[in-house]
């Protein structure tokens, strides 16, 4: 049963330009890895400072990756339009273009979010905020590793004590006694990453040409780099499209000016109501580049995916007037309550195993190319052979389950954890690639629907800290690697030449944007105290982590009958929406919709759903394709319109000194 957004007529509206033929050669050069080096680099200084430092617009939180929109915005805006008019023959192609933006999306799933301001609070938090009050001494540092934490494990080491209070005078960040940890939560996360792209270039065939998922995020790209029009940018000659840059950046300014000068008008982009006192507030939060994402969208699936979030909306507050609840602690993320969470996670089990089912040939066909019963025209198209992936992914995932185990993870757990944290990876992104959900949580994290199945006795204290640790790379996952790569190889279509640099390009973006966000978030919590950087990197979610573990290791939970039973009953409804998509033509309902309708991501924009939805629905109504074609550069420009405003706030804000300029969230 595949989940084809291909046969759906509005469906030939999103069909990206890589599709039509290229009308010049494509080929990945050094210059654009050099130059996708230095945005990498670039993005890995730039979202830490914005956030650490400037405390202003993020830029490298969610899928949509605004940093790099922003910075190939300019790119293609400014130097490369001049040398295109006055020596073209010098002007980076479509090609080098794709390849300097893959890179930077790759990067963006680094500095924040995805790992960095993750890893270095996350690691050291137990022991900082470790009190008599909280009983951590006892119960949650004897299980944490020593070659897991910066030498000197003491409550009270210095080496972790200045990072969240900072140096005092004449002292240098000591980043020998970081070496051992840091080297370990590494092996660990590269092995992640080294899993991640391998599964990426294994089912690319299968996402990109067999099923032909929308992949709404490269349009805007593909569009700046001229894909479809010999390397011109002819967006940039539309009006539209300016017009609509200019409306996330007129209010954009406004907010900017009004956090300079009070006497500015203040502009609400996330009004709420309440509708039920204490129990429902209706968020209306208006979300530009949300807007542009799902205008390339299919009708089906923004109904499906407002229409379950309002559902989802009504039936927690409906269970919490008649007294349904459940006290079973899953984690924070996600849906807000634990049957929610339960639900949702049967729904992605399911979605992936119905995927790959529907991949089962192409599957069979990778399989034959591994034990070398196909040729290589099965996989002469990809970034590297399937055997080379096939096998990177099975090296990555025993060095994971290996170091998992070592750090206290029970041996039988271990299987098991990686398998849910691997399907909600894949099957989030399979919704951000399908439906344009640019901002995106699962339902629940791996550690949590670990934990609620197995129980206490399964895993002893030694895996619930195990899996508080997973926190880092697991739980609160808007971004990371996989979905970047997913992206980029759709938007490799427009290589022609040396595709398998692209590769190596992944590699040189990970190991920059690596080496430049640990560098800089490390020096500025060493020197101004990571507690008073962002709030929510060093201390909530830091916080959250381990209160997690404690309540876990306090209340000693069985397993949960009734979570099976959700799982269960999440899976079926997946399924029986996916059956009855497929027998009925007229059927509104998409299963994703259902796999994240209750997220609290959703709640955040089902609005800017709801209203593309009917947008594009009149569109189409009464002005037809050609109307729809016409409008399309508007919307375009309301996603690159407030990236580029954040962007050039925190340049604003970086020349002046002013600090808590947020200008856009999500």
Sequence with gaps: MAIDSSEHPDTETIRQPAEQPIRRQGVVTGRALLIGAVGAAGVGLLAPWAIHVLRGSFMALDFSTPAAVGLMFFLV??????????????????????????????????????????????????????????????SILPYIPAWLVPKGTAVDAPVIRHLYEGLPAGGSVPWGAWSTSMAAWLAFLLSLHLVMICMMVLLRKQWVENERLAYPLTYLPLVLAGADSGGRPVILGKATFWIGMSIPFVLGSLIGLHNYFPGFPRINLAP???????????????????????????????????????????????????????????????????????????????????????????????????????????????????????????????????????????????????LIAMAIFLGLTRIV???????????????????????????????????????????????????????????????????RLLWLAFWVAIAFALASSIWLTMARAYAQGGTTMNSWFFKGATRYAYTWAADWIAKQPTPSVTGWILVAAGAAVFWFLTMMRFRFMQW??????????????????????????????????????????TARPIFLGLICGQYATNLVWLVIDWLTGHTGNQIFWI
Aim: with cysteine.
């Design 77 to 138: 805006a400014g130097p490369n339009l001049l040398v295109l008019r006055f020596r073209r023959s010098l002007a980076l192609t479509a090609a080098e273009l794709i390849t300097i933006y893959s890179m930077m999306i790759v990067a963006s799933a680094i500095p924040t979010m995805g790992l960095t301001a993750q890893v270095i609070p996350i690691s050291t938090g137990a022991h900082y905020y470790a009190s008599p009050e909280n009983g951590w001494g006892e």
């Design 272 to 418: 709420s109501v309440t509708l039920v006192k204490g129990l429902w507030g209706l968020s209306f939060r208006f979300s530009f580049p949300m807007i542009g994402f799902f205008y390339l969208v299919n009708l089906e699936t923004s109904f499906s995916l407002w229409f379950f979030s309002l559902l989802t909306q009504c039936g927690k507050v409906v269970m919490r007037l008649i007294g349904i609840s459940s006290q079973e602690n899953l984690g924070g993320y996600g849906a807000p309550e634990a049957l929610l969470k339960y639900l949702g996670g049967g729904a992605f089990l399911a979605l992936v195993a119905s995927n790959l089912w529907v991949a089962r040939g192409h599957l069979r066909n990778i399989w034959m190319r591994v034990v070398g019963t196909a040729g290589p025209e099965v996989d002469s198209g990809e970034v590297v052979s399937y055997r080379t992936a096939f096998w990177g992914m099975i090296i990555g995932l025993v060095a994971m389950g290996w170091w998992l185990a070592s750090a206290g993870l029970p041996l039988v757990v271990v299987p098991i954890f990686l």
């Design 433 to 499: 690639v399908e439906s344009g959900m640019a901002i995106a949580r699962p339902p629940v994290i791996a550690s949590g629907l670990t934990a609620g199945l197995l129980g206490w006795d399964v895993l002893g204290a030694g895996g619930i800290v195990t899996l508080a640790q997973a926190f880092i790379w697991s739980s609160d996952i808007r971004t990371f690697v996989m979905c970047s790569v997913a992206n980029s190889l759709k938007m490799a279509d427009v290589v022609r030449e040396r595709r």
């Design 588 to 629: 509104p309902f998409h299963p994703i919709g259902f796999c994240i309708g209750g997220t609290n991501a959703m709640a955040w924009v089902w609005f800017p759903c709801f209203l593309t939805w009917v947008l594009k629905g009149g569109i189409l109504r009464y002005g037809g394709m050609k109307l729809y074609e």
